[in-house]
């Protein structure tokens, strides 16, 4: 977003080191956007850890009242077999940022690592990384892990796996793109000259110029994820033993006619969260490039 | 010209052969008896395993089998699907021309409308109306078609009661002429408008940087210098020049569209190629899910080639590079 509020002032006079994580984190919530989605990932991981807690139902307690609207006891109604709803979409939060933060992290480490060798030694790393991206290219990424489920079944856990299976190419390209582009610049020069190793040019002087555009694909890769394992969840292809916004709108879908809150409340859980993350990656966004715009990359 | 075509179609042909033999390989590794994988969870008659073993080579080196498989392929054979009692292709090539219609009369409705977005909020003076319209985009582009969807049906389809909520059109229809394209039309509503949102969505953010980018370039300067409007200098310069990027980001994603809108398909029950594939899934079918998926491909990578072709015709500098 070309928001063209002042980005940096957030931790001047403050005391915070410019540089450290402290100072990267004021920036962030310095930003409107960034802000904003950062409230909203707070509030789900609060939700996700305390759900036990303050859920006035366990997830599968079936209460005699099946199909109620929206009420005191059941602020989000009751689904077809008496769950309450609003117990249901904070267990479900569990599951989205577990997909979301699990996958994404997988896709980081996979995508990074392979990133990171391809762009700092080039050659045939880097040809077969580019032929390998190309080829997880020409399946949509909806596609690739449905195919990994129709053959391994939908395990929660293999399930992480398959959607960090489809999405570290995103990753792999950027941290490419950003190693080709900064092994080139003088003050690497300048650390080859010094002897230093190449472990310490790669981890210790490039890493951190590179980092910031990285942790934004971080949290993008998380959004998608956590729309894929809704959308499998919403074909009846997830992991049946847990509870997941995507499987509540797989119920919901034969209820439509009778129980429109069924559909709207978890429905509307994805669709914040993945706005949160987003608004969060927009927030980090406009620190590093002002100008740019960013998005989702694309899922469906 | 003709030689830039050349190469990029040679170029896809070992992408289609390595997703043909990875998915074929994928089939062993699938736990337990290889009939079986293949035919799905049905009982299989001993004459019928003999069948399947032989025609597929089960017994000989695995090198044997994929290329077996290839050339079985190449000669449009699929396989057969036992669920279904269909050979493959044949269900394929029923079920993709309206994955197809689905995917077009979408994305005619997503370009205009994202580019009239984009253009909106690229181009305005208020910071006011483009914030307004990058937040919308934003946040409508993370709806969910398939919740996307539900709420349409729910509030059209159910509430008001206007149009059907699913299907291709009615059990029996007797309509014929303008009538019958009518019918068919209530039918599409829907699914196209929860489709079209969501891509013109896509389509509105590429556009808008585009225009941002476009704008900032000498030649719009210069235009502005030789006297030209607001509105002739975005139609004849800005417009045309903002539009390359989208030709490929609009293409990719419309050939991921003709490999399955599964959600979309899954929310309005539209027999297309998407609903195939996740009946497929859940009925274990996977010689019909290894169909779907290389079909899919080759919707993508020939989609990717046409972009390639739009591409070299729109811009002539491109035809040189490489």
Known sequence: ?300 | MLRFVGRRALYAVPLILVVIILMFSMLHLIPGDPVQALVGDYPVPPAYRQAIEEKYRLNDPFLVQVSNYLINVAKGDFGFSYQNQRAVLDLILERAPRTILLASVSFALAIPLGMAIGVAAGTTRSAGTDKFWTTTTLIVYAVPTFWLGQLLVMFFALHLGWLPTQGIGPMVSRAQGFAWLLEKLRYLALPVLAFGIHEGMRVARIMRASVIDTISQGYIITARAKGLTRGQIIRRHVLRNSSLPLVTIAGYAFGSALGGAVFLETVFTWPGLGLLLVDSIRLRDNMMVIGVVIFSALAVVAMNLIVDLLYAALDPRIRTVR
């Not at chain 1, 509030?43 to 859920?55: G, K, R």
């Not at chain 1, 040809?127 to 080829?135: D, K, N």
């Not at chain 1, 793109?177 to 790669?202: C, N, P, W």
């Open chain 1, 1 to 300: 977003m070309s928001d063209s509020k002042a980005t940096a002032p957030a931790v001047a006079g403050k005391g915070i080191v410019p540089g450290s994580w402290q100072a990267h984190f004021a920036n962030i919530v310095g930003t409107r956007h960034g802000a904003l989605g950062a409230g909203i990932l707070l509030v789900l991981v609060v939700m996700a850890i305390t759900a036990p807690l303050i859920a006035p139902y366990p997830p599968l307690e079936q209460t005699p009242v099946s199909l109620a609207p929206p009420s005191w006891p059941f602020p989000f109604g009751t689904d077809n077999t008496g769950r309450d709803l609003f117990s249901l979409i904070l267990y479900g939060s569990q599951s989205s940022l577990l997909v979301g933060l699990g996958a994404a992290l997988a896709a980081l480490l996979v995508g990074g690592t392979l990133g990171i060798l391809a762009g700092y030694f080039q050659g045939p790393v880097e040809a077969v990384l580019m032929r390998l991206i190309e080829l997880f290219q020409t399946l949509p990424v909806i596609i690739l892990v449905l195919c990994a489920v129709a053959l391994f079944g939908s395990n929660f856990w293999l399930l992480i796996a398959a959607v960090a299976l489809a999405i570290w190419p995103m990753e792999a390209r950027l941290v490419y793109g950003q190693y080709i582009k900064l092994r080139e610049r003088e003050f690497i020069a300048a650390a080859r000259v010094a002897d230093l190793s190449t472990a310490h040019i790669m981890f210790r002087e490039i890493l951190p110029n590179a980092i910031q555009p990285i942790i934004v694909q971080v949290a993008l890769d998380a959004s998608i994820a956590i729309l894929i394992e809704a959308g499998l969840g919403f074909l009846g292809l997830s992991d049946p033993s847990r509870v997941s916004w995507g499987r509540l709108l797989f119920v919901a879908q034969d209820y439509m006619d009778s129980a429109w809150w069924m559909s709207l409340f978890p429905g509307a859980a994805i669709c914040i969260t993945v706005v949160g993350l987003n608004l969060f990656a927009d927030g980090l966004n406009e620190i590093i490039d002002p100008r740019s715009t960013s998005g989702m990359g694309g899922l469906q």
